[in-house]
């Protein structure tokens, strides 16, 4: 799935960090833009499974 086709509620997949040896999977909750131009950056809020929310780049997930 493309980076910018994650939309609000879909289920993703992924790494929380680079030590991690287990995916997690969440739905997104939001889609955060930050900044302007060239310097701009796409978010992912995503409300995990596990109980917790965090902050993914797009890059990095897959959908669940």
Do not use: H, I, Y
């Not at 289920?11 to 991690?20: I, K, L, N």
């Amino acid at each position: 799935m493309a980076n910018s086709s994650f939309s609000k509620n879909d289920r993703v997949t992924f790494r929380p960090g680079p030590r991690a040896r287990a995916d997690v999977s969440g739905s997104v909750v939001s889609v955060d833009t930050t900044g302007e131009g060239r310097g701009r950056a796409t978010w992912l809020t995503v409300k995990c499974d596990d109980g917790e929310t965090r902050k993914v780049r797009p890059g990095a997930c897959r959908a669940a």
